[in-house]
């Protein structure tokens, strides 16, 4: 009982940060009177905050994060209200704050964004029965299976087309997170991965590699040719890897 309540409370409280300064935000300020770009500015400069969660005699902390971004012609922030995009009379009841009131160094564990892995390894740990024992194991030993293999397919991706891109290292390109401009290749990196390599709607651990493509694109970018090689490279690379027995990322049951 005590699993299935955290997994409720964590998948309802990690996805959800962003949008609840979002609906906090149109709760404060009058949406006639705000513009678009101090919207944005009031949802970047919120802090990450820590949410206390007790287990028995375990303090579990959950760390939630957002990261907003604004692309496009951002004079259109600077000139337009909020009114404008989500009507004058908007509100939605979220006009509290979350409490810093942890101190952060008291967790037993902290939990950042592999909220599966956690919870599958909690089962393993609390869990007496040996034959339920075995089955959390069997299912985190399938978890990591399919991420290590998003992690396999994407690393030898990366250095196929090596040549195209020869000053910058395979692990720059699969861990740094640049700003994207070229999005027309991202678009299509974007497209292709999802439709030839994995399903992103159903895979979430490969949805958060697609910071991998923005990296990609950007160091590609004026070189149309090159992208496009990039592009078509993916393109040919999945189908030889992928039986898409990972399209939907293993699930705790």
């Known amino acids: 009982m005590i699993l299935d ?39 970047a400069d919120r802090p990450d905050v820590y949410f206390p ?15 907003p971004q604004q692309y496009g012609d951002l004079s259109i922030a600077k000139k337009s209200t909020v009114s404008q995009f989500m009507g004058p009379n908007f509100k939605s009841k979220f006009d509290t704050d979350y409490k810093q009131d942890i101190i952060v160094e ?6 950042d964004q592999d909220i599966y892995v956690f919870l599958a390894q909690k089962r393993i740990d ?44 395979t692990n720059v390109i699969l861990n740094t997170n640049r700003e994207l401009y070229n999005r027309e290749c991202y678009r299509k990196m974007v497209d292709t991965f ?12 490969a949805l958060h590699k697609v910071h991998v493509f923005i990296n990609i694109c950007e160091t590609l970018n004026g070189r149309t040719d090159n992208w496009e090689k990039a592009v078509k490279q ?20």
């Open 194 to 205: 999802n439709e030839k390599c994995f399903n992103l709607s159903k895979n979430t651990y």
């Open 5 to 43: 309540h955290a997994k409720l409370f964590l998948l309802g409280t990690l996805p959800g940060y962003f949008t609840y300064l979002w609906s906090q935000n149109a709760d404060r300020y009058d949406p006639k009177v705000e513009t678009l770009d101090t919207q944005f500015q009031y949802i």
């Open 53 to 67: 969660f007790q287990s028995g005699d375990e303090t579990w902390c959950i760390n939630t994060t957002q990261h």
């Open 126 to 169: 609390l869990t007496v029965d040996t034959n339920e024992k075995q089955r959390y194991q069997d299912q985190l030993d399938g978890l990591t299976r399919g991420r290590e293999y998003v992690d396999k397919v994407l690393y030898e991706y990366v250095n196929s087309i090596q040549h195209l891109m020869p000053n910058i290292a």
């Open 106 to 111: 008291k967790c037993n564990l902290t939990i």
């Open 234 to 253: 993916l393109d040919s690379h999945c189908p030889q890897h992928i039986g898409r027995q990972f399209d939907r990322e293993f699930e705790l049951k």
